[in-house]
């Protein structure tokens, strides 16, 4: 057998696996656990657990996700969080497998869910998708699910006072190979407040921003802990280094997928749970993100 001919089926034995590889990675999840501990929650008299969802786009993991709402479950949270982009918000595109799955997940804990930029786009364009999302928001509310867009509210868990923030950024801070000038005064514009000038009694600050790429303003701001996701992990990633891509068109994002703690604030970035233009998925399995908050 000669080089060359070795060489070929080397390429196809490759090929197949890397075929293989993604077909599961876009057809399964995993559950990624972190701890996050803080001296500003000395006072809870318990763990507090929050299960962080991102980035669904409609797909569906055992019949009518009950695979996924399994695996919420399992965690037994005290809060989930919602990122955004539970949907594909491109007309003629139906929320059903989202709307479906979130509406279930009330039953289990408080819900609290922020916008992405596809729930955004839906919104801002009524000529476009008419009502529809403001369908869709209806029917999650009297569920139980309660919207954060520019707002916040204080959720009391496990002895302590959580301040949960829902950041909505206009749909220019999403725009293909362009990145928008965010600040921290940006973001205090957005939300109406600042944690380090605020004087609501509070023990920790929780921002659900779902575009990391602007992770230096939210850092800046001041939030003790900051959930993000949109990048879907960088599509593919490589060990050591981290996602590839962003749908911006980004090379190498600096958060693509992983925890990472800046002195006394913590990033975590979601690789997500789904996906929708490019299906395509290698070293990156999505993920339901599980927090343990500890003292």
């Known amino acids: 057998m000669s080089m060359w001919t070795v060489f070929i089926l080397l390429v196809i034995i490759a090929s197949v696996f890397l075929a293989a590889e993604i077909w599961r990675e876009t057809h399964s999840f995993s559950v990624t656990r972190y701890q996050v501990k803080s001296e500003k929650l ?6 507090v657990k929050i299960v962080f969802l991102s980035d669904l786009h409609n797909c569906v993991y055992g019949k009518e996700n009950e695979d996924l709402l399994s695996a919420v479950r399992l965690e037994n949270p005290d809060l989930i969080l919602i990122g955004g982009d539970m949907l594909v918000g491109k007309t003629g595109v139906p929320h059903d ?3 479906d799955f979130v509406r279930q997940l009330p039953v289990i804990c408080p819900v609290i869910y922020a916008n992405g930029n596809h729930e955004q786009r839906r919104k801002s364009d009524p000529e476009l998708y008419g009502s529809i999302h403001q369908e869709y928001e209806r029917i999650l509310k009297e569920s139980g699910v309660k919207f954060l867009e520019n707002d916040a509210c ?5 002895g302590g006072k959580l301040l949960i923030c829902g950041l909505a950024l206009e749909m220019e801070a999403y725009a293909k ?17 600042s944690p380090v000038k605020n004087s609501v009694a509070y023990d920790y600050s929780i921002l659900l921003a779902h575009n990391p ?13 900051i959930l993000s996701g949109h990048l879907h992990g960088g599509l593919v990633r490589i060990p050591g280094i981290g996602g590839i891509i962003t749908p911006q068109g980004f090379l190498f994002p600096k958060h693509s997928g992983e925890m990472k703690r800046h002195g006394n604030q913590t990033v975590i970035v979601s ?24 003292s």
């Open 271 to 294: 690789r997500g749970l789904g996906s929708h233009t490019l299906n395509i998925r290698l070293f990156n399995i999505p993920e339901v993100v599980s927090v343990t908050i500890r």
């Open 213 to 225: 790429s602007y992770v230096d303003a939210y850092l800046e701001w001041g939030a003790d802990l």
């Open 154 to 158: 204080i959720m009391e868990v496990g």
């Open 97 to 99: 497998a989202a709307l």
């Open 177 to 193: 190979f362009k990145k928008a000038h965010i600040t921290a005064g940006n973001i205090e514009a957005y939300m109406g407040f």
């Open 42 to 47: 000395k006072g809870l008299n318990r763990d």
